[in-house]
């Protein structure tokens, strides 16, 4: 056997990388990005690539795409991780692009998990994509806005793509069916169902098609029981993007604030035990510490931030007990959602009253003409005052009289409303 047989090496492949598609005809799902009157797809055929990042979920055809673009163009396509490759590797690149380049070739250099890179890590891009040597193409499943520096940001073109449709993960699933197992057939009910659990994540589908296919291989007929027997774990019918999915974290939501732990843990477990991101659900508990339980407990949310970065530390299925130690105390906590009132009440003057200007008293002298416009005059520094309080009036004029927070007796937040009410009579002794 010659080892450097392509079609031989080619048999080993996971079904996930035999069925990546090289152009857009083949490519399921992003059809706001890709579409016939999309950037991208101008781009492709006017041969003009500039600088992007693809941010998305896992599976949704991120590196397919940058592969596509770089095999639709006059380019080389290198390709980096971000978890394996360095400074070092990234000037190795940028040396071949400067080559290349003497050649009238563009050099693509597409950086997966490029949130992974550090700071100066991707500041060593910065030169080469303002010159022009490399187009780089980043992919995250991150925010960039947050994890890619904002001068790299401000040179490539963000494009969002979407955890592809039940219907593209069908299609993608009967296609991968037709190219490799034609001498097989699948009960229909067993593309929804993996279409359903693989949360839009197509390489996940397709894995999770080839293993059942591998498990029955000497099946000419694959059932849905076949199926459910070739899942290691029982797979609950769950969609991260569909109804379910906000029925399982409203009723998780409402138990909590109903002060029902055990229900709280029925519904954290329905998710988590159906695939659904951890990460997720302990943003939506930090939410939950202020919305629910605010001023009732501050330590709520230092509980809440810490069980995230407890999540990110360790990930399922470890992380599931620390979570549900977080519900559990967030459901045993005293309830108050003076906060969020006391918010949404504002927000409404905030919008109405944008044109009002913040007092002068309050505005800062830093310059001569600062003070002559009468900036900072009659600002009463409140640490110079007894009790380090003055009675100086900090809303505009046309929302003097306005109150906003109205604390309950619930939990601590009593003590605070003991404190604002002695704060409040103080104020008015003050002549």
Known sequence: MNLFDTEELDTYKPLAEKMRPDNLEEFFGQEDIIGPSSAIRKMIENDNISSMIFWGPPGVGKTTLAKIIAKKSNSSFYELSAVTSGVKEIKEIIEIAKFNATNNKKTILFVDE???????????????????????????????????????????????????NQNDIIKILK???????????????????????????????????ENVVTVNSNKGYITKKDLEKSMQNKTFLYDKNGEEHYNLISALHK????????????????????????????????????EDVGMANTN?????????????????????????????????????????????????????????????????AVTKLDKQLGNGKNYQYAHDYENSITNMQCLPDCL????????????????????????????????
Do not use: W
Not at 257 to 280: F, I, K, W
Not at 401 to 413: D, I
């Open 175 to 209: 296609k991968a069916m037709n190219k490799e197992y034609n001498n097989i057939k699948i009960d229909e009910q067993c593309f929804n169902i993996i279409a359903n659990i693989c949360n839009g994540d197509a390489r996940s589908a397709l894995n999770t098609l």
């Open 400 to 431: 003097k009289y306005k109150k906003y927070y109205y604390p309950t007796n619930n939990g601590k937040e009593k003590n605070i409303k003991e404190i604002l009410a002695k704060i409040e009579q103080i104020k008015k002794s003050i002549k």
């Open 255 to 290: 138990s909590m604030r109903n002060s029902d732990p055990d229900a709280a843990l029925y519904y954290l477990a329905r998710m988590l035990e159906a695939g659904e991101d951890p990460l997720y659900i302990a943003r939506r508990l930090i939410r939950f510490s202020s």
């Open 300 to 364: 709520a949310l230092v509980q809440a931030v810490s069980t995230f970065q407890a999540v990110q530390y360790i990930g399922m299925p470890e992380c599931n007990v620390n979570l549900a130690q977080l519900v559990v105390y967030l459901s045993s906590c005293p309830k108050s959602n003076s906060l969020y009132k006391a918010y949404e009440s504002v927000k409404e003057d905030a919008i109405k009253t944008a044109h009002v200007k913040v007092p002068l008293h309050l505005k800062n």
């Open 114 to 164: 490029i949130h992974r890179f550090n700071k100066a890590q991707q500041d060593a891009f910065l030169p080469y994509v303002e010159k022009g040597d490399i187009i780089l193409i980043g992919a995250t499943t991150e925010n960039p806005s947050f994890e890619v520096n904002s001068a790299l940001l401000s040179r490539c073109k963000v494009y969002i793509l979407k955890s592809l």
